[in-house]
């Protein structure tokens, strides 16, 4: 990468400073040179150029340049910007104190030319190299970034359903494994219900794989929309069928749950010409609750929601069933 042009401001109230400071950058075409003869507005101009050196005098009328070194400290833009105190002082405490206040070398006034130019060159040089090193690693953190928010979007996609959106069987079986552990150490019931579109296939079939496709986003929606708590999952499980898990959730709280879920599907009003149980799409939920023990496994739960599920169809459909276990 080419190195950048220093941009000098040069901070004095004396004119003969000013024209003797620009004498010895002749030699220096490189150097871009402004002029500042008021220190009051120093500040001003300096975030207006964006000098890579400031030349100042310490002793103005205005605003002292230990004064003027702390504001330039305190302002974004140019708080890093290498300042360099130009002095006829040469008592040790002052510049001392020039250094503690943030100032970057001190030069007494007037230095030999070929100093004034290195010292430029030398301070404007690690301030651009500052610069890039600072951009760079931006740019780093910001592509950082942008592959955290891909990874994220990308996992976000992998725990979800392609059709109706809500999560897919891999992010459940996941949630239960973790739920099941977190159960068993803190003593509390867990919940699951196999829920199931009442006589789908016929759906499909007399309305059309899109039709059916809808029906199945729309009774996916219904469903989650009834969980309100953080902890509790809705998924599709497969097919025409969703599975739900509510940990930390009693049996005669789940089971009104389960009835809200079953009268929200209802209230869809998707028509259904062809179901025995009624005119609109239904569904039949089976439930079971336990209190995780060694003795068990999650296996066990899926089981008797599943027997649940099936007495429910065995007994006409459009209903809860819930299954002792």
């Known amino acids: 990468m080419a190195e950048l042009r220093p941009i000098v401001l040069l901070v004095d109230e004396q004119k003969l400073v000013h024209s003797l400071v620009a004498s010895m ?79 970057d070398d001190y030069l007494e006034k007037m230095p030999h030319p070929i100093e004034m130019i290195a010292r430029i060159r030398h301070h404007s040089r690690a301030y651009t190299d500052h610069l890039e090193r600072a951009a760079a690693l931006q740019a780093l953190e910001n592509e950082r970034q942008k592959l955290a928010e891909a990874n994220l979007a990308l996992e976000l996609l992998s725990s979800l359903d392609g059709l109706t959106g809500i999560a897919n069987r891999r992010y459940f079986d996941t949630a239960f494994e973790r739920e099941w552990q977190r159960a068993m150490r803190e003593t509390e019931p867990i919940s699951l219900f196999m829920i199931d579109v009442d006589y789908f296939k016929s759906y499909n079939d007399n309305y059309g794989h899109q039709a059916g496709d809808e029906c199945l986003q729309r009774v996916a929606n ?97 209903r809860v069933i819930s299954n002792g276990f």
């Open 25 to 103: 950058l002749i030699k220096a075409p490189d150097i871009e040179l402004h002029h500042c003869y008021e220190s009051d507005k120093a500040v001003a101009m300096a975030e207006h150029i964006g000098p890579t050196v400031i030349l100042q005098d310490l002793q103005m009328a205005g605003i002292s340049g230990m004064e003027l070194l702390q504001e330039y400290r305190s302002r974004t833009a140019i708080a890093e910007v290498p300042v360099l105190m130009l002095s006829a002082t040469t008592a040790p405490e002052v510049k001392a104190e020039a250094f503690a206040r943030g100032a």
């Open 222 to 318: 219904a469903l989650a929309e009834v969980l309100q708590r953080p902890a509790d999952i809705v998924a599709r499980y497969g097919g025409e069928e969703f599975i739900a898990l509510l940990p930390g959730t009693h049996s005669r709280g789940v089971l009104q749950v389960a009835e809200v879920m079953r009268k929200a599907v209802m209230a869809l009003q998707l028509p259904h010409a062809h179901s025995p149980v009624a005119a609109v799409v239904t569904v039949s939920i089976g439930l079971a609750t336990v209190l995780p023990m060694l003795k068990h496994e999650p296996t066990e739960l899926i089981a008797a929601a599943d027997q649940a599920l099936y007495a429910a169809k065995r007994d006409g459909r459009n």
